[in-house]
């Protein structure tokens, strides 16, 4: 009973509860759709997606909330992972189709006709805009690597640890970037369909977020004074030094941080090699060319029989 | 030869004008209290006082509030920390009268409320020892972002307890304002809750 304990939220939070309630209902009832329809997702990518939602929820809203506010090193390792670890999963388990398949039909086919309905048609375009912006090459790298080093400049990591208000905040803004950011990164072009950001792009972005992380992460773990004197104002919840804590909180800010951009570059490679092999099954000239010869031409049946 | 020494007298000009800079900023902002108005939580809590009477953060509108969590063997900070505010009081002079001192006990175990009424007795009428249950501790350091551990006993049985070492400071509508650090001074808490005390 004593362990059941641990696992019950320290500040407990409805918002956290209902959008991780509300993601997984929807993830299940699109599973089971999509096994209905005869085309079961394994288990793999469901575990993943469970594994990325299941570790947000629980650095969030367990006793694991209280040792990332009395602890540095805690904390490093709870922005982790809402900012790489736990995105990186909910997106690598390419879950928009699960979801979108969860959505009730009545709320699919009813939600835009209700916009139209209420004359809000014209929103579409400026949240296609704020999509757009916030999927831009330029700064969605820029946003994630600023919102890293916002949060962990002294004074204001000072305030975010005393106002429960901009606590929230800064979990909340990190997890939400970690998704755009990771989803720019990680998901494949035909997921991101007309927002679509180049291969290439992406590896270069990844190496600019992984020098500013390490940057940031070796200068918390290597000045030899105090950076956040909160933790030993408030009480820490171990017994550890000042010094140490803050060690291993930048370490875990330099090293993991900066590692998942290998992983990154390793997706991003997997991508382009596949949209290479595609291609190289289906030359572009061939399946346009397609459609105009009669269906009986040997050569343009055989490569999608070899597929099937 | 003019011109080396017109630009020595710039430098100095402006060095002066920066250490003067600097002081204005010091006197303005007493060392080690930073203005929390807010940000922390207004007070409220419910606790039982040194004379097993339960309190409200309602009983203590009107005053300044100084909250401080320790334990009354604490062998050092706390008694440290409760003499530097006694001191700010005695400095208040007869302003010091709508100023409390509320010392919450994070070792209730050992503090009960005859031991918390002697021991804040000897720091001065200003002070109150409260007391809570395991619940209402909890809720009062979740709001107040603070946390507190005991460590392992020794030989004798005796154990100390680790916890926060700030004092937060409320002005009349209970609405927290300063936030002092350790080893402030008693002079800055003075200037500072008199600065509040005028205000209110």
């Not at chain 1, 989803?183 to 190496?207: C, D, F, H, M, N």
């Not at chain 2, 350091?141 to 030989?155: H, L, M, Q, T, W």
């Not at chain 2, 350790?182 to 008199?194: C, H, L, N, Q, W």
Request: glycine share 8%.
């Amino acid at each position: 009973m004593r362990y059941l304990w641990y696992l019950l939220p320290w500040q407990f939070s409805p918002t956290v509860l209902i959008v991780c309630g509300l993601t997984m209902a929807l993830y299940l009832r699109g599973l089971v759709t999509l096994k209905r329809n005869g085309a079961p997702l394994g288990f793999w990518r469901p575990f993943v997606f469970f594994l990325g939602l299941a570790l947000s929820y629980a650095v969030l809203q367990t006793y694991f909330d209280f040792l990332a506010q009395h602890l540095f090193w805690v904390h490093c390792l709870q922005q982790l992972v809402l900012h790489h670890l736990g995105p990186v999963l909910i997106v690598l388990s390419g879950p928009v189709l699960v979801l979108r398949e969860g959505v009730p039909r009545a709320l699919r086919v009813g939600a835009p006709r209700l916009l139209r309905q209420m004359r809000l048609d014209w929103l579409r375009k400026p949240l296609r805009l704020i999509w757009r912006t916030l999927q831009h090459p330029l700064i969605a790298p820029a946003l994630f690597v600023g919102l890293i080093y916002l949060w962990l400049i002294p004074p204001i990591h000072f305030t975010a640890m005393i106002d429960t208000r901009r606590y929230l905040l800064m979990n909340w803004s990190s997890l939400a970037d970690g998704l755009l950011f990771w989803w720019l990164i990680l998901a494949s072009r035909e997921e991101q369909g007309s927002a679509a950001v180049g291969y290439k792009t992406r590896l270069l972005i990844l190496p600019f977020i992984s020098m500013t992380q390490i940057v940031i992460g070796a200068y918390i773990s290597l000045v030899p004074w105090q950076l956040y004197p909160i933790y030993a104002l408030c009480g820490r919840a171990l017994a550890i030094s000042p010094m140490l804590d803050q060690q291993i909180g930048g370490l875990l800010t330099w090293i993991p941080g900066a590692m998942m951009s290998l992983v990154g570059v390793l997706v991003v490679l997997r991508h382009m090699v596949r949209e290479e092999e595609a291609r190289l099954r289906f030359p572009p000239e061939r399946a346009a060319a397609a459609p105009e010869s009669s269906s009986g031409t040997p050569e343009a049946s055989q490569p999608s029989a070899e597929v099937a | 030869m003019s011109t080396p020494s017109r630009s020595r007298t710039l430098a100095w000009t402006a060095f002066t004008l920066g250490v003067l800079l600097l002081a204005g900023c010091a006197r303005q902002l007493q060392p080690d209290v930073t203005d929390v108005s807010g940000l922390v939580a207004p007070l409220e809590f419910t606790l039982t006082n040194q004379s097993g009477r339960a309190v409200t953060a309602a009983d203590y509108r009107g005053d300044v509030v100084m909250l401080y969590f320790g334990y009354t063997h604490c062998p050092d900070a706390c008694p440290a920390t409760l003499a530097t505010l006694a001191d700010a009081l005695h400095m208040l002079g007869p302003l010091a009268a709508r100023v409390r001192v509320l010392f919450v006990t994070v070792d209730p175990r050992r503090d009960t409320l005859a031991v918390l009424k002697r021991y804040v007795s000897d720091f001065g009428p200003q002070f109150v020892g409260l007391r809570g249950t395991t619940a209402q501790l909890t809720a009062m350091i979740k709001r107040y972002r603070v946390s507190y551990r005991d460590e392992k006993p020794g030989k004798n049985g005796n154990y100390e307890v680790i916890h926060s070492s700030v004092v937060f400071i409320f002005g009349g509508r209970g609405r927290a304002r300063l936030l002092a650090e350790t080893g402030f001074a008693s002079a800055a808490i003075a200037t500072d809750v008199r600065r509040l005390l005028e205000r209110a």
